[in-house]
DNA sequence: CCAAAAGTGTTACACCTACACCCATGA
DNA sequence: TCATGGGTGTAGGTGTAACACTTTTGG
């Protein structure tokens, strides 16, 4: 890139690291991979790429999302920069990390075995190479204080979900176990979901009522000062 | 820079723009230039400057600070990376924000002047070139989560100071009143705060007590499980 | 009929909010 | 003596946390 204003400055790869969460088994999941080229080839990583030219951050963390999971539409949130001059064994690369919530039965399980990538769950994840690890616990961080004041968690479940799995998915994000009946007062008067008539009977034999998230309703209540908080 | 294993990706020149807040008048403040160079030379902007190749982002980051302010050892975080591809007029600039807290009091009057700085008020700030508006908007809300559970607005006070300005350090982040007798219940009851004996008789005739913030105090109380909350 | 998960209410306590008057002092 | 900002207490309401039993149904 020929510079007109800037000259004599340092120039520096950018990549893009992407902490892919999903949710499954009770429990979230961070997409992890073999690295495919050298240095630490075989490595596992979170899904990465670096930036072109041609497109911004925000856009090649999309594309990077969208070459590895199949999916498009995708939550994504910026966690930060990260910047250490020896972070990556072979050059010099700054990397912008960002975090996806995505609903793990979209997730297209061709292009998980193209690219060697697997769920990892987050309580027993393995170690990544260079700062990978602290890149996800950034995100857990921000996905913490974030899940409490936005309604942010839906975006881990399909359009139908029951109050048990919500339940356990905000269980997960804590790490702490939640009082049944506390959650399910709080979350039914808040009035953002709506009760439907099926049942899911894959966990239990009496089975429990599907609900979805009525986003109108929400941003509605939103509208008028309401507060959410979980 | 000559890269080993990653060969033909594009390189980027990476900057870090600093949204340097200051605590005067009861209100926040925030240090803008006039931008010495061109393009737009002569307009507001936030205090930056290029990343160099032998040092980390952070490590940028607290330079530029230091050079425009003479203060070191500064309260910093980032804010986040800003990567849109023409948010710089002139070339494709890939910038990292940073906010820091400081106390005014030991601002360098004399920089300001090298530098044609000044502070302005939060509640009236001027548009700022390119992208800048959007990062200090971004760097006030950060302020406003962190502020409620971190005890980070010390950074923006000296050794020591009075309970009404500190209740309006709070009414500035978060841009609103606060009952006074509440404020000072709750910042008492939490008992991290040392009263001094010394009054300031700078804004009344009556004075009002000096109060430092006590770390130790503060850290033992975290380490309890006490959850700060303002 | 039994195991296993779904569903349901009440109470005590902590915290937050609203609110008005006296105090100390320099000019 | 008066104007100005500093300092103090209480009561009501809201939200949170703790807690145990009944229901449903497939196997």
Redesign the interface.
């Given at each position: 890139?020929t510079?007109?204003?800037?000259e004599n400055?340092?120039?520096?790869?950018?990549a893009v690291d992407c902490i892919i969460m999903g949710f499954r088994d009770n429990e979230l999941h961070i997409l992890i991979t073999r690295r495919q080229?050298?240095?630490l080839k075989g490595g596992l990583s979170l899904m990465g790429g670096?930036?072109?030219?041609?497109?911004?951050?925000?856009e090649?963390a999309k594309r990077v999302v969208g070459e590895f999971t199949g999916i498009e539409d995708i939550f994504m949130e910026?966690v930060?920069?990260y910047?250490?001059?020896n972070r990556d064994l072979?050059?010099?690369?700054?990397s912008?990390a960002y975090y996806a919530l995505v609903d793990i039965e979209q997730f297209d399980t061709l292009l998980a075995k193209k690219y060697d990538a697997r769920w990892a769950r987050i309580t027993m994840l393995p170690d990544l190479i260079f700062d990978h690890k602290k890149m996800v616990r950034d995100t857990i961080n921000i996905l913490q204080?974030k899940a409490a004041i936005k309604p942010i968690g839906f975006n881990l479940l399909g359009e139908q979900f029951t109050l048990p799995t919500l339940q356990s998915l905000y269980e997960s994000i804590y790490q702490e176990t939640i009082d049944k009946r506390n959650f399910r007062k709080k979350l039914l008067t808040m009035d953002i979901l709506e009760k439907l008539d099926e049942k899911d009977k894959s966990s239990s034999k009496r089975g429990a009522f599907y609900y979805q998230f009525n986003k109108e309703k929400y941003d509605q209540l939103i509208e008028q000062g309401m507060h959410f908080s979980l």
């Open positions: 890139m510079s007109t204003f800037y400055k340092d120039s520096f790869l950018v080229i050298e240095p670096f930036v072109n030219a041609p497109e911004s951050i925000d090649a910026q930060g920069a910047g250490e001059i072979a050059d010099r690369v700054i912008v204080r």
